[in-house]
């Protein structure tokens, strides 16, 4: 069986002390974390806590998001040069909807990761609407032509997150997963040489826990999941492991 990512994005859940505490938790279990690659997305101020606490040098800590400013009068900003991390997430739902970030700023994270060669997880997903429209891969397409303008030279990751199914617990059947997979490798194929195409990897987030990972495992195009929610519990979390590397 592959070897499966699991990225863990505890946006605003656990502060800097919560944090610690589960990184304290799953140090006892790190033997667990061979049969996965990890990656954890705290708080951001929680991330030189939990990288000082981390018992295991292969689980990559990054940002859940960041500015496209580097450095300057711009309060409350935080740059991919604010603090050291091994990845970022970029265009995740809550930020385009809370945030109103478009394709234009998004782009222009893409360009700053890549520009300083940080690995990457670009989401996408459509909404309710969109999805009993009949509209989701439009909406998909549309939300990948960004890339068009990008000559990847980082490790790029594109995470497939329906909004719908986003902390609702529904989750799509493997079917529909994997036909918008499918859409986006195709498109990803219009875009780059089968060289950088093979390198990119397709994440699914939504509802991801430990009594539906080993089932959302078995989907061929897959390489890692997305999880938010979930990834809050420590013995959860170590449940999640057990089960998606079976």
Same mark, same amino acid.
């Given at each position: 069986?592959?070897?499966i990512?699991?990225a863990? &994005?505890?946006?605003?859940?656990? &502060?800097?002390?919560?944090s610690?505490?589960?990184?304290e938790?799953?140090n006892h279990?790190?033997?667990? %974390?061979d049969?996965i690659?990890l990656e954890i997305?705290?708080?951001?101020?929680?991330?030189? #806590?939990?990288r000082?606490?981390?018992?295991h #040098?292969s689980i990559k800590?990054?940002?859940q998001?960041?500015?496209i400013?580097?450095k300057?009068?711009f309060?409350?900003?935080l740059?991919?040069?604010?603090i050291?991390?091994d990845?970022?997430i970029?265009?995740?739902?809550?930020?385009r909807? %809370?945030?109103?970030e478009n394709?234009?700023l998004i782009?222009k +994270?893409l360009?700053? #990761?890549?520009?300083k060669?940080?690995?990457?997880?670009?989401?996408?997903?459509?909404?309710?609407?969109?999805?009993e429209?009949?509209?989701s891969k439009?909406?998909?397409k549309?939300?990948l032509?960004?890339l068009? &303008?990008?000559?990847?030279?980082?490790?790029?990751?594109i995470?497939?997150?329906?909004?719908?199914?986003?902390?609702?617990?529904?989750v799509p059947?493997k079917e529909y997963i994997?036909?918008?997979l499918s859409?986006i490798? #195709?498109?990803l194929?219009t875009?780059?040489?089968?060289? +950088?195409?093979s390198?990119?990897?397709l994440?699914y987030?939504g509802?991801?826990?430990e009594? &539906?990972?080993r089932?959302?495992?078995d989907?061929?195009?897959?390489?890692?999941?997305l999880?938010?929610g979930?990834?809050?519990?420590?013995k959860? %979390?170590v449940?999640?492991?057990?089960k998606s590397s079976?």
């Amino acid at each position: 069986m592959k070897k499966i990512t699991l990225a863990l &994005n505890w946006k605003l859940y656990l &502060n800097e002390l919560e944090s610690i505490e589960f990184v304290e938790k799953i140090n006892h279990s790190k033997n667990q %974390f061979d049969l996965i690659d990890l990656e954890i997305y705290p708080s951001a101020t929680a991330i030189r #806590s939990v990288r000082n606490v981390l018992n295991h #040098s292969s689980i990559k800590i990054g940002l859940q998001d960041f500015s496209i400013f580097e450095k300057g009068a711009f309060t409350g900003s935080l740059s991919l040069s604010s603090i050291e991390i091994d990845c970022c997430i970029v265009g995740h739902s809550e930020r385009r909807d %809370f945030y109103n970030e478009n394709d234009n700023l998004i782009l222009k +994270k893409l360009q700053i #990761s890549n520009a300083k060669k940080i690995s990457t997880i670009l989401c996408v997903g459509e909404s309710l609407n969109e999805k009993e429209e009949g509209l989701s891969k439009e909406r998909i397409k549309s939300q990948l032509s960004i890339l068009k &303008n990008l000559d990847i030279q980082i490790p790029l990751t594109i995470a497939y997150e329906p909004i719908w199914a986003i902390g609702t617990g529904e989750v799509p059947s493997k079917e529909y997963i994997s036909d918008m997979l499918s859409t986006i490798k #195709s498109e990803l194929n219009t875009l780059y040489s089968h060289q +950088k195409n093979s390198a990119l990897r397709l994440f699914y987030g939504g509802s991801v826990d430990e009594t &539906n990972i080993r089932n959302l495992s078995d989907i061929v195009l897959l390489d890692g999941f997305l999880i938010g929610g979930a990834s809050l519990n420590a013995k959860k %979390f170590v449940d999640i492991i057990k089960k998606s590397s079976i």
